[in-house]
């Protein structure tokens, strides 16, 4: 009896070595600052920073592939840091850790490697604080964001209109209002004092640039109720008090900004009393 003999086809596999290593990659040192890097579980709470570095220390410029791994419980801004390392150079780039709401203070790491060097970076999980200001770190809610700024910009903690740039918010709609901002509360919370910080630096203060009309306004079961309304705003800073009450959203309603451009907040604060 003939057998047939099946003719399998094996398909070519190239094999490329699993990671192109640069031969100087053994003499690059990793760092990181700071150590241990530090998280607030809240969803607008500044990120825990990281400097990253690479540092050539070989006698020839190499090109180095950093990786960048964490504990599934964080949530990194980057996988990976490529660049070109001159000799005896510190590179560095930053690298954001964040967590989301309700996760248990605990340490986990953040693991770094270029070829065989290996650096593991503790990352500390914090206890959400006690905040006065209510909004501090909770989910900021905007109308639109521009691609510049940051929608968690206006509840992050820094009021400071000179770092506008790195810590303020405004809309993406310029010369079209009104905009809103403001945060969903994951239970309701009660506020009788709202603070505005618009812009106003050297260089911009708010009567050229500050948020100039606008109306305050608190959410209980779906229903918005405006408790003020500010017209012809020049200063930088306002308090706005009310009878305390028990909200599930506070949102500012702009309707116009001294320049008529963009709504510009630099942090927006609420209080119990
Ligand atoms: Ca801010």
Redesign the pocket.
């Known amino acids: 009896m003939l057998r047939r003999i099946a003719l399998v086809a094996v398909p070519l596999t190239l094999v490329v070595p699993a990671v192109a290593v640069a031969s100087g990659n053994n003499q690059v040192e990793i760092s990181a600052t700071p150590q241990p890097v530090e998280v607030v579980p809240l969803p607008c709470f500044p990120a825990g920073k990281l400097t990253l570095g690479m540092t050539n220390t070989g006698r020839k410029p190499t090109i180095a592939d950093l990786r960048v791994a964490g504990d599934v419980a964080l949530t990194l801004s980057r996988h990976q840091f490529s660049s070109y390392l001159p000799v005896d150079q510190l590179v560095k780039a930053p690298l954001e850790v964040t967590v989301p709401r309700g996760t248990a203070p605990a340490t986990y790491s953040v693991d770094l490697t270029v070829g065989k060097q290996h650096l593991q970076v503790p990352v500390v999980i914090k206890p959400v604080p006690a905040r006065d200001n209510v909004l501090l770190g909770e989910q900021a809610v905007a109308s639109s964001t521009n691609g510049n700024m940051r929608l968690c910009?206006?509840v992050?903690g820094?009021?400071a209109s000179e770092q506008w740039g790195a810590?303020?918010w405004h809309d993406n709609t310029k010369g079209v209002f009104p905009d809103t901002y403001g945060v969903d509360f994951v239970q309701p919370t009660t506020i009788g004092r709202v603070v505005l910080q618009t812009l106003d630096s050297t260089k911009y203060p708010a009567a050229v640039m500050g948020v100039r009309d606008f109306d305050v306004q608190l959410r209980n079961n779906d229903v918005w109720t405006t408790v003020e309304e500010v017209r012809g705003n020049t200063t930088g800073r306002l308090v706005i008090t009310f009878e305390p009450r028990a909200v599930d959203a506070v949102q500012l309603v702009i309707h116009d900004s001294n320049d008529h451009g963009y709504s510009r907040i630099?942090?927006l604060e609420a209080y119990a009393n």
């Open positions: 910009g206006g992050d820094n009021a810590s303020g630099v942090e």
